[in-house]
Nanobody
Framework: QVQLVESGGGLVQPGGSLRLSCAAS????????MSWYRQAPGKERELVAA????????NYADSVKGRFTISRDNAKNTVYLQMNSLNAEDTAVYYC?????????????WGQGTQVTVSS
């Protein structure tokens, strides 16, 4: 049974930090590209950050570059998102995504999401 379980969300003041975690099970984590997406009320889901299976390639949305850091620990089947200098525009539900493309087949899994609210 595939599971992606996010944790670490919550309420934080502007300028504060949070660290999100996504614990994976039920699939070979080290084979999958892992990403964090977010969806704010009334907006489409957007890619925040992505990390390749071995961690060698990392991409960020322009809006979070220099503030957020994605990392993974393949021994722990966990991906992280360190978020610093948070502002109100970062308020959203954050989702963990696992994706693998093998030939013509694509495998993708989503977590249930964790709420991040930035407010004073």
């Amino acid at each position: 049974q595939v599971q992606l379980v996010e944790s670490g969300g919550g309420l934080v003041q502007p300028g504060g930090s949070l660290r999100l975690s996504c614990a994976a099970s039920g699939f070979t984590f080290s084979n999958y590209r892992m990403s964090w997406y977010r969806q704010a009320p009334g907006k489409e889901r957007e890619l925040v950050a992505a990390i390749s299976s071995a961690g060698g390639t990392i991409n960020y949305a322009d809006s979070v570059k220099g503030r957020f850091t994605i990392s993974r620990d393949n021994a722990k089947n966990t991906v992280y998102l360190q978020m610093n200098s948070l502002n109100a525009e970062d308020t959203a539900v954050y989702y963990c995504n696992a994706r693998l493309v093998r030939g013509r087949n694509e495998y993708a899994y989503w977590g249930q999401g964790t709420q991040v609210t930035v407010s004073s």
